[in-house]
């Protein structure tokens, strides 16, 4: 079954489609002026699952990318993922990681075990 894509130019921040996390074919498009104005927008929602980036200027996509509070942050590309690439949200997305070697600390336990040693030349 396919589902067509829904594309909304939204130009409220407090609309549904602009605040909620919406799984779907959906995608929403909102202007901004400046790259503060888009980080200080894209980071005001409760949610923070995934996000994407796109442009040419590096400065660019390294400062927005290290300021956008999401899990996973996509680079001129979008839904691309890797087994090793740790997948998961910040704030109300989600807890803990999947993939990637913290996917595998959930499987874990830690034990630490001490033993005294007597005579090491390192105490």
């Known amino acids: 079954m396919f589902n067509s894509l829904m594309l909304q130019q939204s130009g409220q921040d407090d609309m549904l489609i602009a605040k909620d996390e919406i799984f779907g074919p959906v995608m929403s498009l909102m202007k901004f002026k400046t790259i503060e104005e888009g980080i200080e927008r894209a980071n005001n929602t409760k949610y923070g699952l995934a996000a994407g980036i796109v442009s040419k200027n590096i400065d660019v996509i390294n400062t927005v990318s290290r300021s956008i509070h999401a899990g996973i942050i996509w680079i001129n590309c ?10 998961g949200g910040y704030k109300m997305s989600g807890f803990g990681r999947d993939f990637g070697m913290q ?10 075990v001490v033993t005294p040693i007597y005579n090491s030349p390192w105490l």
Do not use: M, N, Q
């Open 103 to 112: 996917g595998l600390h959930k499987y874990l336990h830690t034990k630490s």
């Open 78 to 87: 979008y839904f691309a993922f890797d087994s090793d690439c740790p997948y």
